[in-house]
T-cell receptor, first 113, second 114 residues
Framework: GESVGLHLPTLSVQEGDNSIINCAYS??????FIWYKQESGKGPQFIID?????DKRQGQRVTVLLNKTVKHLSLQIAATQPGDSAVYFC????????????FGQGTTLQVKP | NAGVTQTPKFQVLKTGQSMTLQCAQD?????MSWYRQDPGMGLRLIHY???????DQGEVPNGYNVSRSTTEDFPLRLLSAAPSQTSVYFC?????????????FGAGSRLTVL
């Protein structure tokens, strides 16, 4: 069945270092992927997305890499700040344009001052 | 422009009670959905709707009902609450037409069933 998994439940980094959060997906039909950030007590917030016809997309301090060969997605955060501390979820659209997303279990990013 | 608004933010129920979680969006989005979030399990889709009058089941629909009488509202009903429904519930919406399903989430409703 479809599943999206994250390699590590918790990632601890030093402030100023770069962070890399990984995600594996299993549905080859997925053609759209999103990263969300969820702070404590809040709903998930969109960070960045990527379509399957791309292998890299950059935003402000964030980069998403997509490797379709091994069904792997990663989120890179440059110069990690205390405000980046949150749970990060990857999600895929599975099949079809239905507004549905399949979420991974989440990685907690802890930024040490 | 309030985005996605969920009420209530917190609710405590006894087993067997019924209630409705309200969700409203003011972005004229066609697609709306309900997810539940449990520790270590990410977000799981309960029900979704691709437009007014149309609803469908997600991954974990049992024990929940939905309806979509207007584009703006998508209430989630628990007819007979069970402790297993203790969770945080998120409503989300998206335009969805392009296949780029950037969901906008509400702030969540925390439900405890005793």
């Amino acid at each position: 069945g479809e599943s999206v998994g994250l390699h590590l439940p918790t990632l601890s980094v030093q402030e100023g270092d770069n962070s890399i959060i990984n995600c594996a997906y299993s549905n080859s039909a997925s053609d759209y992927f999103i990263w969300y950030k969820q702070e404590s007590g809040k709903g998930p917030q969109f960070i960045i997305d990527i379509r399957s016809n791309m292998d890299k997309r950059q935003g402000q301090r964030v980069t998403v890499l997509l490797n379709k060969t091994v069904k792997h997605l990663s989120l890179q955060i440059a110069a990690t700040q205390p405000g980046d501390s949150a749970v990060y979820f990857c999600a895929e659209n599975g099949s079809g344009n239905t507004g549905k997303l399949i979420f991974g279990q989440g990685t907690t990013l802890q930024v040490k001052p | 422009n309030a985005g996605v608004t969920q009420t209530p933010k917190f609710q405590v129920l006894k087993t067997g009670q019924s209630m409705t979680l309200q969700c409203a969006q003011d972005m004229n989005h066609e697609y709306m959905s309900w997810y539940r979030q449990d520790p270590g399990m990410g977000l799981r889709l309960i029900h979704y709707s691709v437009g007014a009058g149309i609803t469908d089941q997600g991954e974990v629909p049992n024990g929940y009902n939905v309806s979509r009488s207007t584009t703006e509202d998508f209430p989630l009903r628990l007819l007979s609450a069970a402790p297993s429904q203790t969770s945080v519930y998120f409503c989300a919406s998206t335009q969805g037409h392009s296949g780029a399903n950037v969901l906008t989430f509400g702030a969540g409703s925390r439900l405890t069933v005793l």
